[in-house]
């Protein structure tokens, strides 16, 4: 996530010299060129996926929040009408149905990782079956996942995230069955953390299915949430983190509640297969892709969306956006604006597109076939997600914002190389993707303007690092280290500073043979700082120590 916002526009204003001088590219001047890269492939028409039938089932009525660390007893929960159907062996999962999502070339690398022994055959498989209200003020849902353990040691538990209680609170479960039988859940850290117990040891390597049902008011005004990222405004739907996520084991379970001026998210890669009941009017978006949609005949309209590996899921949605679209290669670039942001909604597109094609050449080849950019009432500048950025919507029809309008988007669409397909830990290490997105943006900024105005960029991160009167506070804290100013002054300002004084130290041809390295070895794995740095002193052939204690590490 970016949290620009009103900072944005001082921080980058240093850039509006060289947009007045005359080098924004117009609309028409900005034609993709395709992008061949040695793992691009011509495109290819994908085989229709079967339209999903328009079942419906009946809306649960959830139970009240248990209050914190109390157990839900089954008799608590909604009893189930029938043991829900298992989900297919992990062997035996439909890869043709989450590779829809990817370009074929990646579909060719990745596919064989997931089958078998492979190194992502053993993804957590989220299937969601959610329901909108009429009026855009519930949503009800049920969860399916299989989740396999990947560590060394058994597990007694799983841990989900309830991000809505975070925030907002309202989210509440219940049918909660491990393999078909109920359990006694337990709502934990001010019920923002579900844990569902096992009735045995799920010893490494072997997989289990936990199903529960969901509700949750969704917000309708932007005081509420992460930078309103979960709510219904001005009609437009975010329904980011809007289901129950699995929490990451590492070396123990990551309970952490996220910090309020950052990021949430500290997830694994997964597989989705999601079901969204909602009015037909509304028009779609999401991460992965959409793979059919069936009209219910009471006013109502049922998608189908799926794609993996991906870092989160989300849907964004409202029944006025107008959409425009652009290919790259074989990618196709699609902008969601609402018809009054028409001329900022191409804007979005055009940067969008450029930034997709300067990021492939210079660190590798995007994995999806779609990149969505769309219009919300986020609070924030922007937030990433899989394939999908939303920018905020008061940027679209501001002619004073122009800068930071661009800066927003571009910066969400370097997130999809350094969050999502390299993921880190987002709470306690955000300068791994924060820092390095911001510096990302230098890349974008010669190709479409030049020198100067990666000069300007340069100035608009002291800018805003001098916001703390140029503290040497280090960039590698948590995010919690940071009061809200100096969050955005340190690991939005002084980080990418850091990632130029390291291309400064080791050269601008090293620079970039760390990056390529850092992204090809990388991929959808959660990368710790000390992975970052072995690999940069590996390319430099030296060590870093001077730099790593002036830049990261607390003193």
């Known amino acids: 996530m970016s949290p620009h916002r ?55 009525t959830l139970t009240r929040t248990t209050p914190a660390s109390a157990s839900l007893s089954p008799t608590a ?4 009408t029938a043991v829900p159907t298992p989900l297919p062996e992990p062997a035996a999962v439909n890869w043709e ?58 597990l007694d538990c799983i841990y989900f995230h309830l991000f809505p209680n975070v925030w907002n609170g309202g989210m509440t479960v219940g049918n909660v069955s491990v393999n078909g039988r109920p359990v006694a859940a337990t709502l934990e850290a001010d019920d923002d953390l579900l844990r569902v117990p096992l009735d045995r040891p799920l010893l490494p390597g072997q997989w289990v299915q936990a199903a529960l049902d969901f509700r949750v008011p969704i917000p309708s005004n932007t005081d509420v949430g992460n930078y309103a990222d979960f709510a219904y405004v001005n009609g437009i739907l975010a329904l980011a983190h809007a289901y129950p996520t699995v929490v990451v084991y590492d070396g123990g379970w990551r309970l952490e509640t996220p910090a309020l001026q950052g990021d949430v ?17 509304a028009v779609v978006a999401a991460t ?33 956006y107008k959409v425009s679209s652009r290919q790259v290669g074989d990618i196709t670039v699609n902008s969601y604006y609402l018809p009054e942001d028409t001329v900022g909604g191409q804007k979005a597109l055009e940067w969008a597109a450029l930034a997709l094609q300067t990021y492939q050449s210079e660190f590798g080849a995007y ?25 905020a919507r008061r940027l679209y029809s501001d002619p004073n914002n122009v800068t930071a309008f661009e800066g927003v988007t571009i910066h969400e669409v370097a997130h999809q190389w350094w ?24 890349f974008y900024y010669r190709k479409a ?40 002054a340190i690991v939005y300002g002084r980080g990418p500073l850091f990632f130029m004084a390291l291309r400064d130290r080791i050269g601008a041809d090293r620079m970039t043979t760390l990056l390529r390295r850092y992204y090809a070895e990388y991929a959808w794995r959660i990368v710790a700082p000390a992975d970052f740095r072995r690999l940069a002193e590996e390319v430099a052939g030296e060590k870093l120590d001077d730099l790593w204690a002036r830049w990261i590490e607390p003193q």
């Open 6 to 60: 009103l900072a944005l526009r001082r921080v980058m204003v240093v850039l509006i010299t060289c947009l007045v001088a005359g080098c924004i590219v117009p609309n028409s001047s900005l034609v993709p060129v395709p992008i061949l890269l040695p793992t691009d492939a011509p495109t290819s028409t994908p085989t229709p996926w079967p339209t999903p039938s328009p079942t419906r089932t009946a809306t649960p």
């Open 77 to 80: 929960m909604l009893t189930p």
């Open 97 to 154: 149905l989450y590779q829809l999502a990817l370009r074929p070339a990646i579909a060719q690398q990745l596919v064989p990782q997931m089958q078998g022994e492979g190194s992502l055959s053993r993804l957590t498989q989220y299937s969601l079956t959610m329901t909108l209200s009429a009026d855009f003020k519930w949503l009800d849902g049920r969860a399916r996942v299989i989740y396999t353990n990947t560590e060394t040691e058994p």
């Open 265 to 281: 998210l500290h997830h694994d890669v997964s597989l989705y297969d999601v079901s969204l009941t909602a009015p037909r009017k």
């Open 288 to 320: 992965g892709a959409t793979i059919g949609r069936v009209e219910n005949g009471d006013g109502t309209a049922t998608w189908r969306l799926a794609g993996g590996p991906l870092r989160d899921f989300n849907i964004v949605a409202s029944a006025r």
């Open 367 to 391: 994995p999806y076939r779609e990149l969505d950019v769309a219009a919300t009432e986020t609070t924030a500048g922007g937030i990433e997600y899989p394939g999908l950025i939303v920018v």
């Open 419 to 442: 969050y999502n397909v390299v993921g880190n830990d987002q709470i306690n290490s955000p300068w791994l993707d924060e820092a390095l997105t911001q510096y990302s943006t230098s």
């Open 449 to 488: 303007y030049g020198p100067e105005a990666v000069a300007n960029l340069l100035d608009s991160f002291r800018a805003r690092w001098s916001r703390t009167n140029y503290q040497e506070k280090p960039i590698g804290l948590p995010v919690s280290a940071y009061p809200d100013h100096e969050y955005s």
